[in-house]
């Protein structure tokens, strides 16, 4: 059973909505679609998992800081006595390994993902014996993209390729897992443990001023003209709904900055009146302030 959700990617609804309003550098292009790509992989990965017997304890997405050391993990998987510590690697391509060393597609030198798993693992174990635990932990790297394939001349049993997923999850099946109570409760302890990173320190800086200025249209980001009727791919919107998107992408993307009318009105490229926007904020959001400094904030 699914303990713990995957919860939703904040980095990257933030490069989506920025995505449409700001051209990328090359670098940040780069940055957006290796997130993108690494979250589609992992919605794979849960799907596959889902062929697991209901007796496991799955545990998606945990960041922890262990004594100023910060470690993340995927997935990990709760059995009998033991934890499956699963690194899930989306990744494209013929890759190759010489002497240790990993190289992309292109032949460009790229991190050792051995490094990060025996990192992670090794925190983790510390983690788990000052809680008491002393289970064994299993470390696998899990590639799922059926499109990656991996020149070596080694075997290493901890990588699991595309054509083993199906094998690898039969194996695990056949394990007994018969989970006390104690089990729950380490489950719930790590959950408990787990941190949250501010998704706006982990994405590059970007300014109000960057940003295209206007309504999308939900279903293929085309900027709205002057009606909500997308030009693109004829979805029609309801206005207010379309305003009411809009200000939460702004407050999104601005944490900092307060919504008051005229900022709205600017953020939604003049689409509809102050007179408009006003009406559709009051409705929906709470006045708070006087006069200059008055601003809406949501209603609890
Ligand atoms: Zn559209």
Known sequence: MIFRQRPENKVLILLRLLNCRMVFSESQALTFFTIEKGYEGELISDAWLK??????????????????????????????????????????GDHTIKEDKWFTPTGKPEKNPF???????????????????????????????????????????????????????????????????????????LVDLTIEESPYKRIFPYTY??????????????????????????????GEAAILRSVKEFILLFPGRKVTTNEIYEWCGGIRSKKVIRRVLAKNYKLVGHSLNSHFVPRN
């Open 51 to 92: 062929g697991l017997t209901d007796e496991w304890l799955i545990l998606n997405d945990l960041l922890f800081d262990y004594h100023g050391s910060r470690f993340q993990i995927d997935t990990l998987l709760i059995a009998y006595e033991k934890i499956y510590l699963l690194d899930i690697k989306y990744w494209e």
């Open 209 to 238: 001023e960057q940003q295209t200025k206007g309504v999308t249209c939900p279903d293929c980001n085309t900027f709205f003209t002057d009606e909500f009727i997308c030009k693109n791919c004829g979805y029609i919107d309801e």
């Open 115 to 189: 490094h990060q798993l025996e990192r992670c693992e090794t925190l983790f174990q510390r983690m788990l014996h000052d809680l008491g635990f002393h289970y064994t932990i299993e470390s696998y790297l899990i590639f799922n993209n059926p499109e990656f394939h991996l020149y070596t001349t080694s075997i290493n049993p901890i990588i699991i390729f595309p054509t083993q997923l199906n094998r690898f999850l039969k194996k695990l099946n056949t394990k007994p897992v018969k989970l006390k109570k104690s089990y729950h409760e380490l489950a719930q302890r």
